[in-house]
């Protein structure tokens, strides 16, 4: 379960030992705490719109050249919240269109980037 700007989304778990596998091919740094969740569709809409702002679609531009539609988007990855109890959360869309592994890798690099 994970909050998003107060609405709770129940999700599947990606496995932790497949995010530290991903870590390790990007950074040499301790594995920070991250959370990632594979969520329904529509759960994963409501979650990238509510949490969509400004620096996103920078980050878009400057990544893809142009902004992204919520449909097209496989994955995103914030900041988590106190009570999450952990310092990212992954996001990821239940129908992606990239592999899951492609998808760990890219957020992930998100955060070893400290894009975030």
């Given at each position: 379960?994970?909050?998003?700007?107060?609405?709770k989304?129940?999700?599947?778990r990606?496995?932790?030992?497949?995010?530290?596998?991903?870590?390790?091919?990007l950074?040499?740094?301790?594995?920070p705490?991250v959370?990632?969740?594979?969520?329904?569709?529509?759960?994963?809409?409501?979650?990238?719109?509510?949490?969509?702002?400004i620096?996103?679609?920078?980050r878009e531009?400057?990544?893809?050249?142009?902004?992204?539609?919520?449909?097209?988007?496989?994955?995103?990855?914030?900041?988590?919240?106190?009570?999450?109890?952990?310092d990212?959360?992954?996001?990821?869309?239940?129908?992606?269109?990239?592999?899951?592994?492609?998808?760990?890798?890219?957020?992930?690099?998100?955060i070893?980037?400290?894009?975030l």
């Open positions: 379960m994970v909050s998003v700007g107060g609405f989304m129940k999700g599947t990606i496995p932790k030992k497949k995010l530290i596998t991903a870590w390790k091919t950074s040499h740094k301790p594995f705490k959370k990632a969740l594979k969520l329904n569709d529509d759960d994963f809409n409501q979650a990238l719109e509510h949490r969509h702002c620096e996103d679609d920078f531009i400057e990544e893809w050249g142009r902004t992204l539609s919520t449909k097209g988007t496989d994955a995103c990855v914030f900041n988590g919240e106190e009570n999450d109890k952990a990212f959360i992954i996001l990821v869309r239940e129908n992606h269109y990239h592999t899951i592994d492609e998808i760990i890798l890219h957020e992930l690099s998100h070893a980037r400290g894009d």
